[in-house]
């Protein structure tokens, strides 16, 4: 198994409700192939660069997993058939760090919030 971590943007019109379901929804997926979430974070309803289906903002959220072929062809398959989901990206990485990513901590200094990260403490 390798490690991988995906962005999704979902649209501007979810609320945190509906995020959490899509969310959730990809986890069992994960978790009914044996691959593990080892990191994921809410990045915040942010402005995109260019407009999408109508959508001028999105919800980023950021998941890193460790992963199998099949699990991978699952996951994008059903993020393609997704209609919450607008863009996404994978990227194959060495490792998931379990500090904060840059973007959160960017973000959570600027408000002079506390940073909500959650980690899976059984994986590895």
Do not use: C
């Not at 979902?10 to 192939?33: A, N, P």
């Not at 990045?43 to 001028?56: Q, V």
């Not at 959220?61 to 607008?86: H, M, P, Q, T, W």
């Amino acid at each position: 198994m390798a490690f991988y971590e995906y962005i999704l943007i979902m649209r501007q019109d979810l609320s945190s409700t509906d995020i959490d379901k899509v969310i959730v929804d990809f986890i069992k997926i994960i978790e009914d192939f044996k691959g593990k979430v080892i990191k994921k974070e809410y990045w915040d309803l942010r402005s995109l660069a260019y407009e999408i289906n109508n959508n001028k903002k999105g919800h980023y959220y950021f998941i890193g997993i460790e992963a199998n072929n099949d699990l991978l062809a699952e996951l994008n398959r059903k993020i393609k058939l997704s209609e919450s989901v607008i863009r996404s990206a994978v990227i194959k990485a060495k490792e998931i760090s379990k500090e904060p990513s840059p973007i959160l901590k960017e973000k959570e200094e600027d408000k002079g919030k506390t940073i909500d990260v959650t980690l899976n403490n059984n994986a590895a």
